[in-house]
């Protein structure tokens, strides 16, 4: 079992940043890959960005490309999601994911954190 603990959300105007935080606890979180995932109200859970084990490669989805970066440190168990140039359709509730699988993927995640919000203003 991997326990995982989402933070960092909030309220934000448009073009702002913000920065979200998961920590792990439980199992080697080096044996993991990361996720972060976002849910709007009345759209379906979607993919945001992941990291491999490693560290050494990641993956985004193109709504977020050259505005998110994802990374973790090991030494720490967490992972965050740094989020620039923020735009309200960015507005949902995000989650963190882990697997255990070493490849930065897309979905297929066992274990999740309980969401923080994140609202972005116009």
């Known amino acids: 079992q991997v326990q995982l603990v989402d933070a960092g959300g909030g309220l934000v105007q448009a073009g702002g940043s913000l920065r979200l935080s998961c920590a792990a606890s439980?199992?080697?979180?080096?044996?993991?890959?990361m996720g972060w995932f976002r849910q709007a109200p009345g759209k379906e859970r979607e993919f945001v960005a992941s990291?491999?084990?490693?560290?050494?490669?990641?993956n985004y989805a193109d709504s977020v490309k050259g505005r998110f970066t994802i990374s973790r440190d090991n030494a720490k168990n967490t992972s965050s999601l740094q989020m620039n140039s923020l735009k309200p359709e960015d507005t949902a509730v995000y989650y963190c994911?882990?697997?255990?699988?070493?490849?930065?993927?897309?979905?297929?995640?066992?274990?999740w954190g309980q969401g923080t919000q994140v609202t972005v203003s116009s």
């Open positions: 990291i491999a084990w490693s560290g050494r490669s990641t």
């Open positions: 994911a882990a697997k255990r699988t070493a490849w930065a993927t897309s979905g297929g995640y066992d274990y």
């Open positions: 439980g199992r080697t979180f080096s044996n993991y890959a």
